[in-house]
Nanobody, 114 residues
Framework: QVQVVESGGGLVQPGGSLRLSCAAS????????MGWYRQAPGKQRDLVAA??????NYADFVKGRFAISRDNAKNTVYLEMNSLTPEDTAVYYC?????????WGQGTQVTVSS
């Protein structure tokens, strides 16, 4: 069982920035594929960005604005979010994929509003 805990959400003004953190347990963290997803009210949960041991990929709607990174020494993955708009308002979830198993965090709310 992998424990996944997100942090860093909050209220930010349009055009602002926010950094989310996700800590995952396990001695094999460096091998996990880690992903950030988001879900707005009444909408499906969408992939925002993912990072494997050797690559990253992003949803088109965040390319050039968001950056995902990982610190294997801290078992942590980050999502740096810039140029935020109200459309980025959602609950952001972290996912850890370890082999065939997938583990979710509880989510952190991001609200972009003036």
């Amino acid at each position: 069982q992998v424990q996944v805990v997100e942090s860093g959400g909050g209220l930010v003004q349009p055009g602002g920035s926010l950094r989310l953190s996700c800590a995952a347990s396990g001695s094999l963290f460096r091998t996990y594929t880690m992903g950030w997803y988001r879900q707005a009210p009444g909408k499906q949960r969408d992939l925002v960005a993912a990072i494997t041991p050797g690559s990253t990929n992003y949803a088109d709607f965040v390319k050039g604005r968001f950056a995902i990174s990982r610190d294997n020494a801290k078992n942590t993955v980050y999502l740096e979010m810039n140029s935020l708009t109200p459309e980025d308002t959602a609950v952001y979830y972290c996912n850890a994929r370890a082999g065939v198993n997938s583990f979710w965090g509880q989510g952190t709310q991001v609200t972009v509003s003036s």
